[in-house]
């Protein structure tokens, strides 16, 4: 095996998760996850 293949990976990991984090913040919070109903749910 090839030496420091574990550290390689994690400093991959690492980036990976750094740009997701700072993406994150970013974003604008969802108000509601449920989609809202009509009052007569016959239609």
Do not use: G, V
């Amino acid at each position: 095996m090839a030496d420091n293949f574990l550290e390689k990976h994690y400093e991959e990991y690492e980036a990976r998760k750094s740009t997701y984090l700072r993406k994150k913040r970013c974003l604008p919070k969802q108000k509601s996850r449920f989609l809202e109903r009509p009052e007569d749910e016959a239609l």
